[in-house]
Nanobody
Framework: QVQLVESGGGLVQAGGSLRLSCAASGRTFSTYAMGWFRQGPGKEREFVTGISRSGLNTAFADSVKGRFTISRDNAKNTVYLQMNTLKPEDTAKYYC????????????????????WGQGTQVTVSS
């Protein structure tokens, strides 16, 4: 079992940056690929980015490519989401999730592939 706790959300002006963190409990963090998803008001939860267990492979939604980066520190059981050049349409609750995966397998973008979820952190981008 893995428990995930997100932090780092807040209110930021358009063009600004935020860094989200997701801390995982337990000693098995490195056995999971990790993903970030978001859900805006009245919208379905959507994939933002993911990172393989090794950290060597990543995947990004087209809407965030070139603006967001993902990284992980397996020694600290933490995955990070660096968000730059934020736009009002990035406003959403952001969730991290853990996916059972091979060492270098690219994380998938489907919510049903992820076993564990955090409670989310709100990101609001003002125009």
């Amino acid at each position: 079992q893995v428990q995930l706790v997100e932090s780092g959300g807040g209110l930021v002006q358009a063009g600004g940056s935020l860094r989200l963190s997701c801390a995982a409990s337990g000693r098995t963090f490195s056995t999971y690929a990790m993903g970030w998803f978001r859900q805006g008001p009245g919208k379905e939860r959507e994939f933002v980015t993911g990172i393989s267990r090794s950290g060597l492979n990543t995947a990004f939604a087209d809407s965030v490519k070139g603006r967001f980066t993902i990284s992980r520190d397996n020694a600290k059981n933490t995955v990070y989401l660096q968000m730059n050049t934020l736009k009002p349409e990035d406003t959403a609750k952001y969730y991290c999730a853990a996916q059972i995966s091979g060492l270098n397998s690219r994380p998938t973008s489907y919510t049903h592939d992820y076993t564990y979820w955090g409670q989310g952190t709100q990101v609001t981008v003002s125009s």
